[in-house]
């Protein structure tokens, strides 16, 4: 039962353009997003992430908008360029009644390609 | 700023061996979470340290397990060894109070043979 779905393996984007990625998710008690990119041979690099109580959070070029009722959430990246091209995740979480919170919940991933 | 310290970066073994990895967070930060990576399974989350306590765990059977130190440095421990356990495996670092990013090493590639 995949939580966090991310249903474009891969997105071809001209330098330059607006890149857009998607993400969905099922659990209604995550609270948190993130974005990450992944270069090979490396760990995941924290990009952007928002909060459940917001629907949009821009940092430079990244921003991030959130549709809870949707379940939905998106990644734009304004303008795209070469050193984009990487692996990007969607990821989730949810606070415990215990304090803290549980360990992310991964999408599959997305391959960004940005063409010259 | 130092980032998160994974090693071995590289593990070569062979079934029904054990193996430890270790991991150093960011400086200042108390949560070291684990997760392991595989091409069917994509991420998934093992466990979580937080003050030298197990504060969450993820689907995972008996034979992975960990610690933190009172230094916040993890280390994280397969038994019994088996090949579906070859995978990168990932630590990352955060705070640990709310809701705040996990930062990630550059992971231990695990290989059994």
């Known amino acids: 039962d995949q939580q966090v779905k991310q249903n474009s393996p891969s997105l071809s984007v001209q330098e330059g353009r607006i890149s857009i990625l998607n993400c969905d998710y099922t659990?209604?008690?995550?609270?948190?997003f993130l974005w990450y990119k992944k270069y090979p041979a490396e760990g995941p690099t924290f990009l952007i992430s928002?909060?459940?109580?917001?629907d949009k959070n821009e940092d430079g070029r990244f921003t991030v908008f959130l549709n809870k009722s949707a379940k939905h959430l998106s990644l734009h990246i304004v303008p795209s360029q070469p050193g984009d091209s990487a692996v990007y995740f969607c990821?989730?979480?949810?606070?415990?009644?215990?304090?803290?919170?549980?360990?992310?919940?991964f999408g599959k991933g997305t391959h960004l390609i940005i063409q010259p | 700023k130092a980032g998160v310290t994974q090693t071995p970066r590289y593990l070569i073994k062979t079934r029904g061996q054990q193996v430890t990895l270790s991991c150093s967070p960011i400086?200042?930060?108390?949560?070291v979470s684990w997760y392991q990576q595989t091409p069917g399974q994509g991420l998934q989350f093992l466990f979580e340290?937080?003050?030298?306590?197990?504060?969450n765990k993820g689907n995972f059977p008996g034979r992975f397990s960990g610690r933190q130190f009172s230094n916040s440095r993890s280390e994280m421990n397969v038994s019994t060894l088996e090949l579906g356990d070859s995978a990168l495996y990932l630590c990352?670092?955060?705070?640990?109070?709310?809701?705040?990013?996990?930062?990630f090493g550059d992971g231990t590639r695990l290989s059994i043979l």
């Open positions: 990352a670092s955060s705070i640990g109070q709310g809701h705040q990013p996990q930062h």
């Open positions: 659990n209604s008690m995550f609270d948190y």
């Open positions: 928002i909060s459940s109580i917001k």
């Open positions: 990821a989730a979480s949810y606070a415990h009644s215990g304090g803290g919170a549980d360990g992310l919940t």
């Open positions: 400086s200042g930060h108390r949560s």
């Open positions: 340290y937080f003050s030298e306590t197990q504060r």
